[in-house]
């Protein structure tokens, strides 16, 4: 039977994980054991609610021998997964924690350059798939010579069909994908002050525009993730704020909003009430922190951590 959840990553990685003592530059910086993991905005999606026990499958563009890789890593982790190839080589990226101060050292390659046909290919693909699944994510970026529209373009297909289109992604196609309309969006607080070119300093101005965008119907649900500040949840039920929990970053943050935006659809998708979706979002954001690389939150951190959510906050907003 097809996934009744499918997440899309057109631009996913081999991530590689590592530690060093001290970051310096020129200096050769002896790194500790590397530890590779399938990556992806989508695929570290697919991954979690795989753990959730969600009934997923992970789509994604793949080539070369990391893309390879790539696909024996989700299969050892039992994710039902869907690989078209194609003709470019899958990224690589690489993340290394400075153990004498815990902070994490990010680098991303742009990706494969995407041939027209194999992005067009994808998206009739998907367009067409039957039976439509309830849910499709689209998260990540895109890689070079994909249209900016690309996401714009899927939500428009798939919500045609009644499926709920959530998107994850920054820039200009995030502010295309809001001019078509999708049912979840999960910007940082970062994307969502260039979006709106606004510089949201307080909680007050978060929620405010979070509910922005859902009252203009770029979205039915806003899901803002904060950082070390928690969440806010907006809907057109009303606005909820969560704190986030006390958990010490010291493995690196790599994949924590993936893990916020499994689990958020995961609980909605179930039917829980908007306010506690957004608890088991920031349990499963703070679980990723328990773990190095792109592991990724475990199923029993969410279900051990969101007892220790407080309840969230509902905000009024002017209407």
């Known amino acids: 039977m097809p996934a009744l959840i499918l997440t899309l990553t057109l631009n996913p990685a081999l991530d590689l994980a590592t530690t060093t003592d001290h970051v310096a530059p020129t200096h050769k910086l002896r790194c500790g054991p590397v530890r590779r993991f399938a990556g992806g905005g989508g695929i570290n999606v697919a991954r979690v609610l795989h753990r959730l026990g969600a009934d997923v499958s992970a789509w994604a563009l793949a080539g070369g021998a990391a893309g390879a890789q ?112 999708v049912a979840l969006v999960k910007p940082s607080l970062r994307e969502l002050r260039d979006l709106l070119q606004q510089p949201l300093e307080q909680a007050a101005d978060w929620c405010t525009a979070a509910q922005s965008l859902v009252r203009s119907g770029a979205a039915d649900t806003v899901a803002l993730s904060v950082g070390e500040q928690g969440a806010v949840l907006a809907t057109r039920e009303g606005v909820w704020q969560a704190p986030a929990l006390n958990v010490p970053a010291t493995t690196g943050t790599t994949g924590a909003g993936d893990c916020f935006l499994a689990a958020l659809v995961w609980a909605l998708d179930r039917g829980d009430a908007p306010a506690e979706a957004l608890r088991w979002g920031v349990a499963a954001g703070a679980g990723a922190l328990l773990h190095p690389g792109t592991t990724l939150a475990q199923a029993d951190d969410v279900q051990r951590l969101v007892h220790s959510v407080p309840a969230p906050v509902a905000f009024t907003t002017s209407p």
């Open 70 to 181: 790539v696909q024996q890593l989700l299969a050892g982790e039992g994710v039902p997964t869907r690989l078209q190839r194609i003709a470019g080589d899958t990224r690589e990226n690489f993340s290394v924690v400075e153990t004498s101060t815990g902070q994490e050292f990010r680098f991303v390659l742009p990706g494969p350059m995407l041939q027209a046909s194999e992005w067009q290919a994808c998206l009739d693909a998907l367009a067409t798939h039957t039976p439509p699944p309830r849910w499709l994510i689209a998260s990540g970026s895109l890689p070079p010579g994909t249209p900016d529209d690309f996401y714009a373009q899927l939500a428009r297909a798939a919500s045609g069909r009644g499926v709920r289109v959530a998107v994850d992604t920054s820039g200009p196609p995030l502010a295309a994908a809001l001019q078509a309309g």
